[in-house]
């Protein structure tokens, strides 16, 4: 539970994120780029980050809006931390609210990309914890957006269109699913 107290660190995890310094209201500042070919979004906003160490739970709520045709973006993640044997695991729950230019893509394909995005953004976290080290010392200066890797919409396209094509495949019964011990039923 003690890792979702580092937001910075859990933002590295998010592909075309940053964590650019804290509001006086003691928010997050930050920014998420996001690529379409050549094409980039900057998004700019705040996330708040409740927890509650009790139950091993927390809400991340963070609002931004875009550098272009008035695309705004608000994003509710609600996570729950629970022990399975020596090995703890998250339950994520995220509501996304797009407006502008983002809605019409939210409406046609918003929750397979955004659970994709998910996918990755809990298997990046896993491998940043994996060890239980600390994070680093931080930088003198707080990283900026010209810093980040943008986030590549294609990437997350192609693993909507994957694991669609595995579905497709399963159901016709030439793949067949993997058990938890990595054998195929």
């Known amino acids: 539970m003690r890792h979702f107290t580092d937001v910075e660190r859990m ?3 998010m592909p075309g994120a940053v964590i650019e ?11 998420m780029v996001v690529s379409f070919g050549p094409k980039k979004i900057n998004f700019r906003g ?3 980050h409740e927890m509650d160490m009790i139950d091993h739970s927390g809400t991340l709520t963070g609002r931004g809006a875009a550098d272009m045709r008035a695309a705004r973006i608000g994003v509710k993640v609600s996570y729950t931390v629970r022990a399975q044997g020596a ?3 998250v339950a994520l729950v995220s509501d996304a609210d797009l407006t502008g230019v983002l809605a019409d893509f939210a409406r046609t394909g918003g929750i397979p990309v955004a659970n994709a995005l998910m996918a ?3 298997k990046r976290m896993a491998e940043e914890f994996a060890d239980d080290a600390p994070a680093a010392a931080p930088q003198a200066a707080s990283p900026q957006i010209s810093d980040v890797t943008p986030l590549a919409a294609h990437t997350l396209l ?8 595995l579905q497709f495949a399963r159901w016709l019964g030439l793949v067949r699913k993997p058990t938890a011990e990595g054998k195929h039923t």
């Open 158 to 165: 192609w693993a909507v269109i994957k694991d669609k094509l």
């Open 120 to 122: 990755g953004f809990a």
């Open 87 to 89: 090995e703890s695991v």
């Open 46 to 48: 705040r996330v708040t």
């Open 11 to 13: 933002a590295r995890c």
């Open 21 to 31: 310094g804290r509001g006086d209201d003691g928010s997050y500042l930050g920014a």
